[in-house]
């Protein structure tokens, strides 16, 4: 009678065991998603901050763009160059990719309101897109 108490009691232990070790692998595996998309976006910030850099400089030039919708190769860029499809040239950095688009230049940009009605100031605008990639996550 003892023996099979045992037995039993080594059979839920072993299970326990199992459980946990199962447990403890699912957890360094979701740590590890959340770690590489925490880089992932890290490196989208860091893009970003690299297209703003170029487009404050004195003397960026930009033409017009003529398709201004966000960049839909933005989840599928591995490369830096320009793309014909979208029209966007893209710039490498270590782990991601940054793009700037000159969306248009305005005498009433959003948000200035100490401007007022003086037409003498105009503000151009860009879109700077930046895509970071670590491991198998892309953060845009």
Not at 6 to 21: A, N, P, W
Request: aromatic share 6%; with cysteine.
């Amino acid at each position: 009678m003892a023996l099979i108490v045992s037995l039993v009691f080594l059979l839920l232990l072993t299970l326990i065991g199992i459980s946990s070790m199962q447990n403890a692998t699912l957890q360094e595996k979701m740590s590890g998603s959340v770690k590489l998309r925490n880089e992932s976006f890290q490196i989208a910030e860091a893009a970003v901050r690299a297209g703003e850099s170029v487009v404050q400089g004195n003397n960026y030039k930009l033409a017009t763009c003529t398709r201004c919708a966000p960049p839909a190769d933005a989840t599928i860029v591995s490369a830096a160059g320009a793309n014909a499809a979208t029209g966007v040239t893209w710039s490498a950095i270590t782990g991601g990719f940054w793009a700037v688009q000159k969306i248009a230049t305005t005498i009433d940009p959003v948000n200035i309101n100490s401007v007022g009605t003086d037409t003498s100031y105009s503000w151009t605008l860009y879109r700077i897109t930046g895509v970071g990639v670590s491991g198998n996550s892309r953060t845009v």
